[in-house]
């Protein structure tokens, strides 16, 4: 886990004539979870890209932990990102889902790895679904494979991209308690974007409304909102 530095951060697309995120500062403890809301276009998804190392910041520094991560690529970043269509690789089990990432970013041994997948597998109840490939998973199972992935490789900070928007309302809630309780037994350094208002008011420790790519307002989720 890391302190997260974020300062002037900003990205134009179309030689300047879109600002998607306005010279931006921001700061995440080492351990905090972050939700980041705010109407559509105003710079979430932009950010979080950044954050990944999946985009390139027009101007603005990027600090996790000690190291400025600014012109780091995103396979060099110790980050790990949650998506809304959970991107797995389609033609690999579950567990090769899971192990890939933590070979790509760790250089444990194959015995080491495994146990590490099977532990993380445990933990998020997908255990009985490693030899599974993700065409044969429910929605919510696939949700818990990617947030399995993310995890095993204990990255410095967590990237969620409305990572249940895609759930039914019942697994909506029930992922939304399996993502508190590994925030409260990994305390995991997260930013979590959604557009979801009860989202952002039950999960994490600070709510960050962005407008027109700057900070408009930020605090505890129940001084964001008058109606808690
Ligand atoms: P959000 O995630 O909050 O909906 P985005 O970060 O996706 O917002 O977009 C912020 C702004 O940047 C929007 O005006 C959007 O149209 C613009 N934008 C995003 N990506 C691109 C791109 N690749 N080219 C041009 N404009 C873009
Ligand atoms: P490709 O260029 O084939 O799409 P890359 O992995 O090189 O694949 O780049 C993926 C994305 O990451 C691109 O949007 C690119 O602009 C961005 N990118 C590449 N290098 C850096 C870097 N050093 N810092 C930030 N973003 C980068």
Redo the contacts with the bound molecule.
């Keep these: 886990m890391a302190r997260v530095s974020v300062e002037s951060l900003r990205k134009e697309?179309?030689v300047g004539t879109?600002v998607?995120v306005d010279d931006l500062d921001l700061e995440i403890e080492d351990g905090e979870f972050v939700t980041v809301v705010?109407p559509?276009?105003?710079?979430?998804?932009?950010?979080l890209r950044m954050l990944a190392g999946l985009e390139r910041p027009t101007s603005g520094r990027i600090r996790i932990g000690e190291t400025d991560v600014t012109d780091v690529h995103a396979k060099n970043r110790d980050v790990a990102m949650v998506f809304q269509n959970y991107a797995l690789y389609p033609h690999k089990t579950v567990f090769e889902n899971m192990a890939f990432g933590l070979r790509m970013s760790t250089d444990l041994s194959a015995d080491e790895r495994e146990a590490r997948v099977v532990e993380t597998a445990e933990m998020m109840d997908i255990e009985e679904l490693l030899e599974d490939k993700p065409d044969e998973l429910s929605g919510g199972q696939k949700q818990r494979v990617a947030l399995g992935r993310a995890i095993v490789r204990e990255p410095d900070l967590f990237l969620f991209d409305e990572p249940l928007s895609n759930l039914d309302a019942k697994l909506r809630t029930s992922m939304r308690a399996e993502i508190q309780r590994i925030q409260d037994e990994l305390g995991i350094t997260a930013v979590y974007?959604t557009h979801d208002q009860h989202e952002a008011m039950t999960m994490g420790d600070r709510i960050v409304i962005?407008n027109d790519?700057t900070l408009q307002q930020q605090g505890k989720p129940t001084d964001v909102y008058e109606n808690p």
């Design positions: 697309y179309d879109v998607a705010g559509s276009g105003c710079g979430k998804t932009t950010t974007v962005l790519g």
